[in-house]
């Protein structure tokens, strides 16, 4: 199983495009199951997640913890993902503020 993290301040109004880009599992090498979570510093963050071709999450609010995301707790969305598939989470911040936002990707074989 592989495990992808990214903790970042995100810009008053911006988007990330993929805060996962250079990581070892973002795109899957074997038929497995892709399971998202996120969490916010504050209300004001939204997050797409994307399997291949799949739109896993639109634009949806990230939960505000302050925290890691702990697991299963801070969970939003699990996908099957196909050898090749591209793992994408964009995290945009809706705010006049800079928010910390926190990933935790998991691709476990299926």
Do not use: H, Y
Request: proline share 5%; charged share 20%; net charge negative.
């Amino acid at each position: 199983m592989a495990i992808m993290t990214d903790t970042q301040s995100i810009a008053a109004n911006t988007t990330v495009a993929n805060v996962l880009t250079g990581k070892s599992a973002e795109f899957v090498k074997e038929p497995s199951v892709v399971t998202f979570s996120a969490t916010g510093s504050a209300i004001g963050l939204f997050l797409t997640a994307i399997v291949g071709e799949e739109v896993v999450i639109e634009d949806q609010a990230i939960p505000l913890t302050d925290r890691f995301p702990v697991l299963p707790d801070d969970t939003l969305a699990q996908a099957g993902g196909f050898p090749g598939d591209r793992v994408i989470v964009k995290v945009r911040n809706s705010t006049a503020g800079a928010l910390t936002s926190w990933v935790r990707v998991d691709v476990e074989p299926a």
